[in-house]
């Protein structure tokens, strides 16, 4: 089945950086977009960065200039450089799939961004 697993979230002090991974099995990796959302304690889930398949990236004008996202087809991973972190990007992060048989999440991986 299709499976999607977070790493790589943690506490930082704002101005640090994170790197978060996001490794799927279940699919033809290279063949979709995969997606980072996510969502604070409070609010609604947002996208934060999207990769198509041929390597296309769109990012929330929050983060554009800080978050760069990326995929290695052979590992099949999806990474997000977070630079530059600010309070206000706290929250959980998960990684998610459109595929033909729905959409698949991963469980999320913990950002907290204080000093």
């Known amino acids: 089945q299709v499976r999607l697993v977070e790493s790589g979230g943690g506490w930082v002090q704002p101005g640090g950086s994170l790197r978060l991974s996001c490794t799927a099995s279940?699919?033809?990796?290279?063949?979709?977009?995969i997606s980072w959302y996510r969502q604070a304690s409070g609010t609604e889930r947002e996208l934060v960065a999207r990769?198509?398949?041929?390597?296309?990236?769109e990012y929330a004008d929050s983060v554009k200039d800080r978050f760069t996202i990326s995929r290695n087809n052979i590992y099949n991973r999806v990474s997000l450089q977070m630079n530059n972190l600010k309070p206000e990007d706290t929250g959980v992060y998960t990684c998610?799939?459109?595929?033909?048989?729905?959409?698949?999440w991963g469980r999320g991986t913990q950002v907290t961004v204080s000093s």
């Open positions: 998610n799939v459109i595929h033909a048989n729905g959409a698949f």
């Open positions: 279940g699919i033809n990796f290279r063949l979709y977009a």
């Open positions: 990769i198509s398949s041929g390597g296309a990236t």
